[in-house]
């Protein structure tokens, strides 16, 4: 499997970013890489949480240099914030310059 995001949609959670570390009975382990540990991750109902579709390919390389670990998790995790920020920053930057 390879890289999987997905934000917690539902709970105390909610809006929380996790790797998906594995699929059990239609729920989904996940993991942040301090609470919820790879050895043991939250289980989520299916429904209750949106899988992230475009994941950078930095962070697919990332993802395959080795067995998934905790510093990895959370490696990822705080890379592909840092993305989607600077992105979220770019696009105002060239909406802003659109409506001028």
Same mark, same amino acid.
């Given at each position: 499997?390879?890289? &999987?995001?997905?934000?917690s949609l539902s709970g105390h959670d909610k809006g929380t970013l996790? &790797? /998906? /570390?594995g699929r059990k009975?239609?729920?989904y382990l996940l993991a942040d890489g301090k609470g919820k540990t790879v050895s043991s991750p939250k289980e989520?109902?299916?429904r209750h949480v949106q899988l992230v579709k475009k994941v950078p390919p930095s962070l697919e390389i990332l993802w395959g240099q080795g067995p998934v670990s905790d510093e990895t998790v #959370?490696?990822?995790? #705080?890379?592909?914030? #840092?993305?989607a920020g600077s992105? #979220?920053?770019d696009s105002n930057n060239s909406q802003n310059m659109i409506s001028d």
């Open positions: 499997m390879g890289l &999987v995001l997905a934000y996790y &790797v /998906v /570390v009975e239609g729920r989520k109902n299916s #959370k490696r990822a995790l #705080k890379l592909y914030q #840092k993305e992105n #979220k920053a």
